[in-house]
């Protein structure tokens, strides 16, 4: 069985979602606008964030760069602080290289073309339809997750969604399905639905618009899409690092933009030997990346020479910061559990 999406009418099926989507559409900020700015940083935000988790972020962000001017001109820590709790950083980098690209390349107005928009930084395929479908009405299908597990459900097709020609194959079915002149609404309507009801895991089959047309639910063979097949292995990794204090104050230092955690702070990675001594405790943190199991490992180390701790942050290129100074700094999230939890620790003693 290849496919048995010839038993469907496309475009009805296409239209009895926009139906649905015309009442039961979430009401969500960002779709109160068609300014592409804030279409393309909402996207950005919610590609890896759940709505309901990243609604206050994509609020403050547009709140403190309220145009792509603002966000280009704007230093690396200010945009990394107020993307702070969002995670995979390299999105909020990759944005202020793009608003840099719009300044340079496109006099500071956000591109209208398709093309144009894939070519700035962190703009894959997805996210250069959504902007293109919602603010410029190109009819251009926004496959996403959601869109592979709808449309594979739907005609209980069993394409590979790992398949390098995935996003062509879905793409032209969508394209099938989409009434003319209502492309933005059509891509917004399959994030709803794929989100809110034809979920991952347990999906509300009986509450979803197309459950009459849906030949993987008729057929009781809704666990069996989408079909996925290629895995990515995550490789281990080990970290160690010195959390090195002296009254309250410790050193930091920015990271590099060649590895994970681009330009985030960390804590020292090696100390001098004698140091050891000074250690009042270790903890050992287990943390996943997309691809990566981390195993991390932290001493905390308390100096007793004030005249120590300075020589050894100047002559290594670290920072030296309080708690309260901190909190204006972005750290990989299990740094920033680790002094969450030892400041709240040390606030009760």
Known sequence: M???KQNADFLYVGRKLLDWYQIHGRDLPFRKTSDPYKIWICEIIFQQTRIEQGLNHYRNFIERFPDVQTLASSQTDDVLLYWKGLGYYSRALNLHKAALQIINDFDGVFPTEHDDILKLK??????????SSICFGKHIAAVDGNFYRVLSRVFADDFDISNSKAFHYFSELALKMMPENEAGHFNEAMMDLGSEICKPRNPLCESCPLNKECLAFNLGKIPNFPVKTKKVKATDLEL???FV???GQFLIR???DDFIWKKLYEFPIEFPVEWEQFITKQKTIAHKLTHKNLTIQISHIRL???DVFTEFASENGFTIINEE???LKSFPKPLE???TNLFKNTSNV
Not at 124 to 131: L, M, Q, S
Request: charged share 30%; no cysteine.
């Open 254 to 256: 920015q990271r590099k």
């Open 245 to 247: 204090e002296f009254e």
């Open 325 to 327: 100074e901190s909190h």
């Open 240 to 242: 160690h690092y010195s």
């Open 337 to 339: 559990n680790y002094l």
């Open 122 to 131: 962190g703009v894959g395929k997805y996210t250069a339809a959504a902007v």
């Open 304 to 306: 007793e020479s004030q």
């Open 2 to 4: 290849k496919t048995k």
